[in-house]
């Protein structure tokens, strides 16, 4: 791995921002020896990426213009006879790759307070060695899912189809890890004799035991995480999806069939980031229970000081307590780790009254912005307010059903935001840069998500 960190001459990157995310360092530094592994391993390509943060909260960087161009290229591939194999074979790894990451995890976490420092160290380096490589293998939608909702969109608008179809062409049989835990939640619920109640309680935990975990903390899921969400669990208010047979062209059949394959490869990305974290933030507790480090500390270090979090706790709670900004990034083969800001924006923020992004969900809504970026903001959000953030995640599915539409800056049609969205009816664009950046809370918005624009009304 080539890792380049602070040096006496500073290094400054020019790049786009791309979108916001809460998390820490010691969580988010990995997405950049994974994307090492993607360009290794995998036909899609990252030109450029960064992400910088000030150990809470930051945001993503990108070239979009290298982005569009491999976005181009993947079509291409995507065209051709055999194109989508690569994709498809991709899709059935990643499958098989999330459920051992799972299993990884599961059996390794109660060893760790009895392994020994040398143990415990060798432990971390086999697990961030597996969930870097596995995590990269999936990671390449990233690159290419935005553009290709937006092409895809623009070719259905030239033959004259509406949004709506949106749900009867990209209906596939793949059945997420958040549509599994609805449906184990479901089958608690239902279930009156209390020692099969029990049975599916534990086994729930078992298989979902990474479902509230995010890049900032890694909860553990528990019993009465289970019966807590037992009690605020509601039913979908959707409808059903329409099963109408909608005849494609061939070039939106194709199309349609890379975004099916993107959605579960998605997926598995998401199912192996989330596993992924919470490993690392159970490694990380390890660290506060044997050092003198305490845990919001040990959270600046990047994944690779994690042996000297362990033996040399002193030294590097100096270090961290000095590290007040990170900068993380992948460009052209080389992994950068600074604790300065080296990222410059190459374009002003369009601060105009109307923002465009990718329409996911047709509808007409009006109504009052809600800026939700973590947990702590869930509450905020009332019954047919607008819920603006920079991606959904597990978490959201219960603040999504009372929202009024959902907008995001990240993500296509095959993202969760967009996925739940269709499902419960309501309105949704997403792909919309810098959205949190312009918005603020209580601002009175009118969403257009059959033209994928949202309209300021009154800040």
Not at 421 to 426: G, Y
Request: aromatic content about 10%.
């Amino acid at each position: 791995m080539s890792v380049k960190k602070s040096s006496a001459k500073k290094l400054v990157f020019s790049a786009d921002i791309a979108s916001g995310l809460q998390g820490c360092n010691f969580a988010i530094s990995p997405c950049v020896d994974s994307i090492r592994y993607n360009n290794r391993y995998n036909k899609v390509k990252f030109p450029f990426w960064a992400f910088s943060s000030n150990g809470e909260f930051g945001r993503e960087w990108i070239r979009e213009e290298q982005y569009r161009q491999e976005t181009e290229r993947i079509i291409s591939l995507a065209k051709r006879p055999g194109g989508l194999d690569f994709f498809a074979n991709r899709l059935r790894n990643s499958i098989k790759q999330s459920e051992k990451i799972k299993e990884i995890v599961w059996r390794l976490l109660p060893t760790l307070k009895n392994l020994s420092q040398t143990k415990l160290l060798s432990a971390y380096e086999r697990f961030i060695k597996k969930y870097n490589y596995y995590f990269g293998l999936g990671v390449l939608t990233f690159v290419y899912e935005s553009v290709l909702s937006e092409k895809f969109l623009e070719l259905l608008v030239k033959n004259g189809r509406s949004i709506d179809s949106l749900e009867s062409i990209l209906k596939s049989s793949y059945r997420s890890f958040m549509f599994q835990s609805e449906e184990g939640l479901k089958a608690i619920k239902k279930e009156k004799n209390i020692i099969e109640k029990n049975f599916l309680i534990d086994q729930y935990i078992t298989d979902f035991y990474y479902i509230k975990t995010d890049y900032h903390q890694g909860p553990i899921v528990d019993r009465r995480y289970v019966l807590n969400r037992l009690k605020s669990r509601h039913a979908s208010n959707g409808r059903p999806i329409k099963k109408n047979k909608i005849r494609l062209s061939s070039e939106e059949g194709r199309l349609a069939e890379l975004l099916k394959l993107t959605e579960g490869l998605r997926d598995c990305r998401k199912k192996i980031n989330l596993v992924g974290l919470y490993g690392l933030f159970r490694f990380l507790d390890e660290v506060s229970r044997r050092t003198p480090v305490p845990l919001k500390i040990a959270r600046r270090a990047f994944w690779f000081e994690y042996r000297d979090l362990i033996s040399h706790p002193l030294a590097m709670i100096k270090t961290l307590k000095k590290r007040r900004l990170a900068n993380l990034i992948y460009d052209r083969g080389d992994c950068y780790y600074l604790d300065y800001q080296a990222l410059k924006e190459r374009r002003a923020v369009n601060r105009e009254l109307i923002l465009r992004g990718v329409p996911a969900s047709a509808g007409l809504r009006r109504g009052r912005i809600k800026l939700v970026l973590s947990r702590a903001d869930f509450s905020k959000l009332k019954k047919g307010d607008i819920l603006a953030t920079t991606m959904t995640r597990p978490e959201f599915l219960p603040i999504m059903k009372r929202a009024g539409a959902v907008i995001t800056e990240e993500g296509g049609i095959t993202s969760h935001a967009a996925i739940v969205a269709r499902e419960l009816k309501i309105a949704c664009i997403v792909g919309l840069k810098n959205l949190t950046r312009v918005v603020k809370d209580n601002y009175l918005v009118e969403v257009d998500a059959d033209h994928g624009q949202i309209k300021i009304l009154n800040k």
